[in-house]
């Protein structure tokens, strides 16, 4: 059974960080390509940022130089760590594993306000 646990997410003042993980299970996490993704009420879901099993990123380009991915393949852990945060990155925060199936977790929420 695979699982794609997040975790990290609050409510966090302008300017602030936070660091998502997203543990799996049931997965040979190394040959995955893995991401970050987000939905803020009454849009739709989009990606923030992902990195390839090689380990090459792509950003949103809203999140460029404030977010960073990154990967355990031993821990079969991604992380997105948030910085310099603002009141448009709050939203519901998804993570994703894509090869030949994609899975998806329950999500994570990051509320980002004074």
């Known amino acids: 059974q695979v699982q794609l646990v997040e975790s990290g997410g609050g409510l966090v003042q302008p300017g602030g960080s936070l660091r998502l993980s997203c543990a799996a299970s049931?997965?040979?996490?190394?040959?995955?390509?893995m991401g970050w993704y987000r939905q803020a009420p009454g849009k739709q879901r989009e990606s923030v940022a992902t990195?390839?099993?090689?380990?090459?990123?792509i950003y949103q380009d809203s999140v460029k130089g404030r977010f960073t991915i990154s990967r355990d393949n031993f821990k079969k852990t991604v992380y997105l760590q948030m910085n310099s945060l603002k009141p448009e990155d709050t939203a519901v925060y998804y993570c994703?594993?894509?090869?030949?199936?994609?899975?998806w977790g329950q999500g994570t929420q990051v509320t980002v306000s004074s």
């Open positions: 994703n594993a894509i090869y030949v199936s994609s899975y």
């Open positions: 049931g997965i040979i996490f190394s040959v995955y390509d």
């Open positions: 990195i390839s099993s090689g380990g090459r990123t």
